[in-house]
């Protein structure tokens, strides 16, 4: 089998302790090469609110300016990995050209994340139904899916305009409200966890946020593989 990024021979010999280890032995998808160029987020490198890569880990300008329209946890973002080359080249292949295989490269990340943080309701970002239509996945919930993580849809997109994807920043920061709140059972005082695969500029999450908070729910947060 070949990486499914750079599409070198992948090497199948296993260690020792994979011999050992009584588990089932599982095929990487991608190359070490390929894995070693995704740049983890340090915390001590990265705005406390937003995962923005930075020289310190002080509150970032984006993060105090969305303090004065988001109320609640305005700033309570985590990211995974920053969006660097082998990231966006990841996202493309799986979210544009549709390469699901790749949903499940970050299922680790997700389920310890998960486990670290029990008590939270996991919400996948919803995308439009044209979207749906044009690619046939959500990409979030696909994630989700491979990691085993349990989620509730609790958010519907009604957006039926030009996608973010296709807009520039001061396009995004206007964008209107797409979302709305489709669970009617939701409990409001349990935190909930935005899922998304990636935070730009913060619009699409703090719309979801905005919507959640209007809806009663005492205690947003939220989550991305990139930043």
């Excluded at 997109?157 to 001061?170: A, F, P, V």
Aim: net charge positive; hydrophobic share 35%; charged share 20%.
């Amino acid at each position: 089998m070949n990486c499914l990024l750079c599409n070198r021979t992948l090497n199948n010999t296993l260690t020792l302790a994979q011999l050992f280890s009584f588990t089932a032995y599982s095929q990487p998808l991608i190359c070490q090469k390929c894995l070693q160029s995704f740049q983890k987020v340090e915390k001590e490198r990265a705005c406390l609110g937003c995962a923005r890569i930075q020289a310190n880990n002080q509150i970032c300008p984006d993060c105090l300016k969305w303090s004065e329209i988001v109320p609640g946890d305005f700033v309570s973002h985590h990211a995974f990995y920053h969006y660097n080359t082998a990231l966006k080249d990841w996202l493309h292949q799986y979210k544009i050209q549709g390469d699901t295989r790749l949903a499940s490269l970050w299922k680790k990340d997700l389920y310890t994340y998960y486990q670290r943080h029990p008590s939270m309701l996991i919400v996948p970002i919803p995308i439009s139904e044209s979207s749906l239509q044009i690619r046939g996945f959500n990409q979030c919930i696909e994630m989700l899916n491979c990691a085993n993580v349990p989620y509730v849809e609790v958010l519907g997109n009604i957006h039926h305009g030009q996608k973010q994807s296709k807009k520039n920043r001061y396009e995004r920061l206007e964008s209107a409200q797409p979302f709305q709140v489709i669970e009617k059972n939701l409990n409001l005082n349990q935190p909930i966890l935005l899922f998304d695969d990636l935070y730009t500029t913060g619009r699409t999450l703090m719309h979801a946020k905005e919507v959640l908070y209007e809806a009663g729910v005492k205690s947003v947060h939220s989550l991305s593989i990139g930043r």
